[in-house]
């Protein structure tokens, strides 16, 4: 015999009791998960984005590893650096265990963005140089360029303009709450007293989209725009209040007004290009320019070789304009350079040394007295030359690259490496200033169990040695 339709719906007593007791075992698990996330820290925001941007006390907030895009447009770049990411740092000549100092880390002013916690970098001290190597966040960094200017060190970074003050040991990461567009950063020049960059986003296909050119006004702490519509970035180098521009399409120079609101010069004030006989191919990968002359480095065309997995860029080179003649001299492979690839440059009045991207390229060195061209790919005691970036001091040559960092002696071309004692192992920028070679540099290594390990930081190589 069926029950009545409201005796079935109607909730018996053992139901009820067990419905209860049910409740009961839920609402303490739910009190328990609720104190267990309480006690959780909160994710860092990312920088720029969200409420209190520009006002994370003691913290830099950076979501993720920075993108393995790189600058200029180059595909080998892209493709040797990915593969240098998983390579553990070359160590063949160990340092002595460095003594640790922390630095201290400045208030947090309005609108520049504290860079970590409340010991963002450690300063080690090493018998050849000082590294200031990243913690926390700031690991996460990727370093291009870097500028002295003003009394302060400034690098590019792919989350924004990091400025280093070394007389207060302090550190402050400017970024989309200054007025910045675009957080990566890859090339920065020093121009009448502002640090001029070229603002880029890499947008979720990967493309890295320039975001124009800005300046950074260190007496304000705001980026303002100087060109909402600019060429193809793929260097900058700064004079006085001249801005040098290298891209795909030659190289130009403008001027730069700092009265009021800074502009930059509709129409370049002078243009380079290999048509006019004075570069040696357009593609302009670094300019560096002295009172006297100004030297213009050229990747090249990038032809792939169908055999091989990469490619190769033929027809570079580098120029050099003297500015009191106007004369312009060209030199590639047929003139006794080691590769057609031209990179980084360094000169002074006895010679200049060229570098040719990858670090098994070689190097070229020019007498500037007999006018000839010599080419080293390895030195005296057999370690390999060649890297991305290079600078001179009296005595030595140093080279950065994607190995580490070497020191070749300009009179015997022996050479040291440094591998184990540095903060990453590709070396990306290098400028001279306030005593001082300051070297970017970062990348990944790994840490057995532990997995791959980001680092970041700076070398500073005091210039008497």
Known sequence: MREPLESVLRPKPSLMRSVAALALTAGVVAVALFVVVARRPAPPEPIGQGPGSGRQAGRIAVDGPPSQARTPDDAEFATDAQRAQHRPLATPTPNPTPRRAAVALEATPEPAVPVGPSRPVERERQPDFDVFRFTGPMAALALFDVEVGGGRVWVATSRGLLEHDPARDLWRLHGRAAGLPGERLTQIAWVAGQVVVAASEVTRSGVNELRGIHAFDPTVDRFRPLEAESPSVWVLSGEGDSLWIGHGKGAEVRTLSAAGRPLLEASPARSFTRAAGQLQHDGVYRILVRPESVWF?????????????????????????????????????????????????????????????????????????????????????????????????????????QRGLQRVDRATLEARRYGDGLPGHILYGMAQGLGALWVTVYGSSSRGAEGWRTQAGLVRIPLQR
């Open 297 to 401: 480095t050229s990747m090249g065309e990038y032809v792939r070789d169908p055999e091989q997995k990469d490619g190769a860029f033929v027809g570079g080179g580098v120029a050099l304009w003297d500015r009191a003649t106007g004369r312009f001299q060209r030199w590639g492979v047929e003139a006794g350079l080691a590769d057609g690839y031209g990179a980084a440059i360094a000169a002074d009045e006895r010679e200049a040394w060229l570098t040719h991207f990858r670090d098994d390229r070689g190097v070229s060195r020019l007498d500037r007295v007999s006018g000839r061209w010599q080419t080293f790919h390895q030195s005296v005691n057999g370690e390999r030359l060649g890297g991305l970036s290079i600078a001179l001091t009296p005595r030595h040559a140093w080279i950065g690259g």
